[in-house]
């Protein structure tokens, strides 16, 4: 163990700094990888990348290893970044993290890095892996509040065997508390939060700048029309701010997409029933095992990163689609976002919700 090589992706925060710091400790020979994923306008005012590449040479520094700059912006529009404008030109609401994780983490990323000779790669994510009964498995991680096993459940077996997380049974207070006796750069620095390649920009000004405005009615489930949208790829199910429906009464919430129609569903009330379901169908679907999930168990899932897992069924499981029934109403569940399935802290797969 001693003599293996790790690269681990410096992405100038705290966790990864963490990451990269234990590994060392535990006997790795460790090299850092800074990734750089996207390069259109690329500008100080609302991309940190140029900040988190100082702050990771300053790790790498700290650390006395070695760190090299990997340019996976091609790859990134590609995988990600296509999939992403194709998604919410049709209407749904993507999670580019779960596909970036997917294809440019654990894939470009794994890649390169065993091209340069790695063992493994590592990563700041809060999540554990276990071999189990000759098979990896992708386990929540001991900071409830910080698991991230939400957005890798699209990883497979030959992903999971080369990965490690050295975070996963700490919590992030640990970790900043290491930094801190460590005297690293990024102790305390904010975590990011958003979508990566859009940072602190408004959301609409950068989706505008791809696809077209396509202005229609805002009704209710009934036909009633109670304003106008700005094009459907600019709301999401269960969004209460930006509808500027007035009015007295409760507020009033994005229930639905009528696409064909142009039609942006809203309701009044957070209760109202049309934002609730106890069933969804998903596609996309990617199974760690490798096996699907037993049809008619109970299992927990849940349809959002922040959501309490739900106990569910789950049916008709295909090789493209499966349906997910869960005991109470789920709010909001929403198409392009994920469903990810659990066995109790072991994280089964997941797929994409489409209805």
């Avoid at 293996?4 to 963490?18: N, T, Y």
């Avoid at 009964?133 to 900071?143: I, S």
């Avoid at 065997?161 to 992030?172: E, R």
């Amino acid at each position: 163990m001693a003599e293996a090589r790790v690269v681990v992706g410096l992405s100038g925060g705290v966790d990864s700094s963490v990451a990269a710091l234990l590994l060392k400790r535990q006997g790795y020979q460790v090299t850092g990888i800074f990734m750089k994923n996207w390069e259109d306008d690329d500008t100080e005012e609302y991309c940190s990348s140029r900040q988190d590449l100082v702050d990771a040479v300053a790790v790498a520094e700290r650390l006395d290893i070695d760190i090299e700059v990997v340019n996976f912006s091609v790859e990134y529009r590609d995988r990600v970044f296509r999939n992403f404008l194709e998604e919410y030109q049709a209407g749904r609401t993507p999670n580019p993290d779960v596909l970036c994780n997917a294809e440019i983490k654990f894939k470009a990323f794994l890649d390169h890095a065993l091209a340069m000779g790695a063992d493994h790669i590592a990563t700041g994510h809060y999540a554990r892996i276990r071999e189990f009964e000759g098979r990896f498995q992708l386990l929540k991680a001991d900071d409830g509040g910080k698991d991230q096993s939400y957005f890798l459940y699209r990883l497979n077996q030959q992903q999971l065997a080369k990965s490690l997380f050295p975070l996963g049974g700490l919590y992030k207070r640990e970790v900043r508390e290491i930094a801190r006796n460590a005297g690293l750069p990024t102790h305390a620095k904010k975590d990011s939060t958003g979508i990566c390649f859009i940072g602190e920009r408004p959301f609409r000004e950068f989706l505008g700048r791809y696809l077209p405005d396509q202005p229609g009615p805002m009704t209710t489930p009934e036909g009633r029309q109670v304003g106008r949208h700005s094009g459907l790829m600019f709301y999401t199910i269960g969004q209460r701010h930006g509808l500027m429906i007035g009015g007295a009464g409760a507020p009033w919430y994005v229930a639905d997409k009528d696409i064909p129609g142009n039609r942006l569903i809203v309701v009044q009330g957070r209760d109202h029933p049309a934002l609730c379901k106890d069933r969804l169908t998903a596609g996309s679907l990617n199974w760690i095992s490798g096996e699907p999930p037993r049809t008619g168990w109970v299992y927990s899932a849940k349809t959002r990163y922040r959501q309490q897992d739900a106990p569910c069924t789950l049916s008709r499981v295909g090789a493209r689609t499966c349906d997910v029934a869960f005991a109470a109403p789920q709010w909001a569940v929403t198409p392009g976002q994920s469903v990810v399935v659990y066995e109790g802290q072991a994280c089964l797969g997941g797929g994409i919700i489409l209805e």
